[in-house]
T-cell receptor, first 115, second 114 residues
């Protein structure tokens, strides 16, 4: 079955540690996205990538980094520079172009808790 | 600044009652409009979308939404709510010149009373 797989589902981190969240898709989508979700704030865009080896900052990129070495994969690293990393992180993918081209498909999310 | 507003953070309805979730947007042109649903601890699933044409759009699970240009609104409705509809609902907008990135509202959490 085609879809988006995020791992791990739950992750605990000590302050000062970097952590990497995995996102893999087998939908043959060109574009991939990372959103952060906090209660009452909806989803905010962290980074997005329209094509392999290229990515752009979203609204809240500070303290995060990404890579896009393969079409299928878009890992997100939450660095120690991120002041408040505890949140639910959602990865999504779509065909490139406009929203008319195709909808966003979401993974099931990764919940990061800083101890 | 562009924005999407969902005025109701929480809504509680009785099973079998009708439902309307509000969404307002602030954009210069008519954007693409979406409603997504999220069950606890899960990702988002697309309920319906509006691009152009008929302003009343039908979606999955018996939901519909109406685009009203004069009010900059895209409210979600369902005639009779089922207990399984309890979830969080997000309105989102996209623009033709912004790739496929969406801006989301803050969400409305729906609770269903038996």
């Amino acid at each position: 079955d085609g879809g988006i797989t995020q791992s791990p589902k739950y992750l605990f981190r000590k302050e000062g540690q970097n952590v990497t969240l995995s996102c893999e898709q087998n939908l043959n989508h060109d574009a991939m996205y990372w959103y952060r979700q906090d209660p009452g704030q909806g989803l905010r865009l962290i980074y997005y990538s329209q094509i392999v080896n290229d990515f752009q900052k979203g609204d809240i990129a500070e303290g995060y980094s990404v890579s896009r070495e393969k079409k299928e994969s878009f890992p997100l690293t939450v660095t120690s520079a991120q002041k408040n990393p505890t949140a639910f992180y959602l990865c999504a993918s779509s065909f490139s172009g406009t929203p008319r081209t195709g909808e966003l498909f979401f993974g099931e999310g990764s919940r990061l808790t800083v101890l | 600044a562009q924005s999407v507003t969902q005025p109701d953070i929480h809504i509680t309805v009785s099973e079998g009652a009708s439902l309307e979730l509000r969404c307002n947007y602030s954009y210069g042109a008519t954007p693409y409009l979406f409603w997504y649903v999220q069950s606890p601890g899960q990702g988002l699933q697309l309920l319906l979308k509006y691009f152009s044409g008929d302003t009343l759009v039908q979606g999955i699970k018996g939901f519909e939404a109406e685009f009203k240009r004069s009010q900059s609104s895209f409210n979600l409705r369902k005639p009779s709510v089922h207990w399984s509809d309890a979830a969080e609902y997000f309105c989102a907008v996209g623009l033709n010149n912004a790739g496929n990135m969406l801006t989301f509202g803050g969400g409305t959490r729906l609770m269903v009373k038996p």
